[in-house]
């Protein structure tokens, strides 16, 4: 059974930074791309960014480019998203998904590409 667990979320000001955590299990974590998404009450869930099996392939919306940073270990099956200058708009549940293949859509990622799905971790932006 396939389980991806979100952590790192977090009350934090704007200007602020975290860095959000996903690990993954009962899948082979490098055959898959990972993507991250937000959704912010009463709007859709979006993707963020996404990252290819080894790393060498990237995406990020124009809302977060400059600012997040994706990663992966694929030792140790988890998948990063560093958070940096925060603002109150990035305020949303935060959730990790596993491609269900190896790359990234080019040019934009969509959610019917990710297969398994985690619960979500929520992130709070105070203005």
């Known amino acids: 059974q396939v389980q991806v667990a979100e952590s790192g979320g977090g009350l934090v000001q704007a200007g602020g930074s975290l860095r959000l955590s996903c690990t993954v299990s009962?899948?082979?974590?490098?055959?898959?791309?990972m993507g991250w998404f937000h959704q912010a009450p009463g709007k859709e869930r979006d993707v963020i960014s996404c990252?290819?099996?080894?790393?060498?392939?990237?995406y990020y919306a124009d809302s977060v480019k400059g600012r997040f940073t994706i990663s992966r270990d694929n030792a140790k099956n988890t998948l990063y998203l560093q958070m940096n200058s925060l603002k109150p708009e990035d305020t949303a549940m935060y959730y990790c998904?596993?491609?269900?293949?190896?790359?990234?859509?080019?040019?934009?990622?969509?959610?019917?590409?990710?297969?398994?799905w985690g619960q979500g971790t929520q992130v709070t932006v105070s203005s």
């Open positions: 009962g899948l082979t974590f490098d055959d898959h791309a």
């Open positions: 990252i290819s099996w080894s790393g060498g392939q990237t």
């Open positions: 998904a596993a491609d269900r293949g190896a790359g990234c859509r080019v040019p934009i990622p969509v959610e019917t590409d990710f297969g398994y």
